[in-house]
Nanobody, 124 residues
């Protein structure tokens, strides 16, 4: 089973930026497709972004397109989420998730391994 550890969350003002990182261990990272999924307070989890194992494919939720960028460094077993132009609606716990399937889409239930999450709060 893959272990995923997120970092980089925090408090940021509207319009600001943050970069989240997720480091994987215990598996073949380059064979995993990865995703970022968030859970706003009082709401269900929602897909944010996904990236195929080789980085050749990415997908985004409409709400973050043009503002967020997902990337990965297989040499460092790490996936990133660069978040720009942050809004209060982006406030959530952000989770990193992984699957060994050829899938990087928006159905977050397709991802089998999950990190503990990192809190992102966008507020003035």
């Amino acid at each position: 089973q893959v272990r995923l550890v997120e970092s980089g969350g925090g408090l940021v003002q509207p319009g600001g930026s943050l970069r989240l990182s997720c480091e994987a261990s215990g598996g073949s990272f380059s064979s995993l497709s990865m995703a970022w999924v968030r859970q706003p307070p009082g709401k269900e989890r929602e897909f944010v972004a996904g990236i195929l194992w080789g980085g050749g494919g990415t997908s985004y939720a409409d709400s973050v397109k043009g503002r967020f960028t997902v990337s990965r460094d297989n040499a460092k077993n790490t996936v990133y989420l660069q978040m720009n132009s942050l809004k209060p609606d982006d406030t959530a716990v952000y989770y990193c998730a992984a699957t060994a399937r050829y899938y990087y889409g928006s159905n977050w239930k397709q991802y089998q391994d999950w990190g503990q999450g990192t809190q992102v709060t966008v507020s003035s």
